[in-house]
């Protein structure tokens, strides 16, 4: 879809047709061996045994849900009614007890405490201010029970000034539909903040263009300690994603923390 300039027509982060993609494009993503790695992560390092879960900026539902079918009860949150469409009706279909809210991370309140908290896949990234990341992780706070676990996945700093943005472009066929998407990302070091530009192209007989810009920030180490120990939380494993057991570098785009609520 084009418009007047010529030009993609330009959506919403997260809009209904980055939405309708989403679960296509990361239809390689191992969110099975994410989820036993979450249980490994709660049974090392939660004080009490982990039962219920707060999934913030929970998108279509695939932890929420792979969690649920596993024996917990989990609440996913998020912002996006396009995403959350998607999550419901996928929860139709599980007997476990999964329930989706529409909110925003920043300021979610449901009037409950949970056993362990989710920000994952970079969902804190999206938190851009300094103001943003310490109201997501007050409202994760204000949702744990005392001992309870915060975890979370963030671009790692250091990787990221190491390594660069790069252009990639990602092709996936789905039944008659195929699906590319381009993406340039580009940095701005002194915000911590990463650009990238994405270009979905949806073929299915006629052809559809969306353009979506995304900015996610990176942290480092001092930031994540400090942001957390303002929230009161304590930052208990900070580990490579998904080589959890390893300690990041530079080589390491993706880290994985733990906090526990002190």
């Known amino acids: 879809m084009r418009g007047p300039s010529g030009m993609p027509r330009v959506s919403d982060q997260f809009g209904s047709v980055y939405a309708d993609s989403y679960d296509t494009l990361y239809d390689t993503k191992d969110y099975e061996a994410e989820c036993t790695l979450l249980e490994g992560v709660f049974d090392r390092y939660g004080a009490r045994p982990t039962r219920s879960i707060l999934d913030l900026g929970c998108g279509t539902g695939k932890h929420a849900l792979i969690l649920g079918g596993r024996g917990f009860s989990v609440t996913g949150v998020d912002r996006s009614p396009s995403m959350l469409a998607l999550a419901r009706e996928r929860a139709m279909n599980l007997a ?4 989706f809210v529409e909110g925003d991370v920043r300021s979610a309140a449901l009037d409950r ?3 362990a908290v989710l920000l994952m896949f970079a969902v804190l990234g999206y938190q851009l201010t300094d103001k943003d990341v310490t109201a997501t992780f007050r409202t994760a706070r204000r949702h744990l029970v005392p001992g309870g676990l915060l975890v979370f996945d963030v671009w790692y700093g ?3 000034i190491a390594q660069g943005p790069s252009q990639r472009m990602k092709s996936v066929t789905k039944g008659a539909t195929v699906i590319e998407r381009h993406a340039a990302g580009r940095l701005d070091p002194a915000r911590h903040r990463c650009i990238v530009d994405y270009r979905l192209v949806i073929t299915d ?21 400090r942001f957390t120990q303002a929230a009161g939380l304590e930052i208990a494993r900070l580990g490579a994603f998904p080589d959890f057991d390893s300690d990041p570098d530079e080589t390491t785009w993706n880290v994985l923390a733990v906090a526990r609520a002190v």
């Open 96 to 99: 476990g007890a999964v329930d």
């Open 113 to 115: 405490r949970f056993d």
């Open 158 to 160: 250091p990787a990221v």
């Open 205 to 225: 007989g006629a052809t559809t263009e969306t353009a979506e810009s995304h900015t996610v920030r990176y942290f480092f180490d001092e930031e994540i300690r």
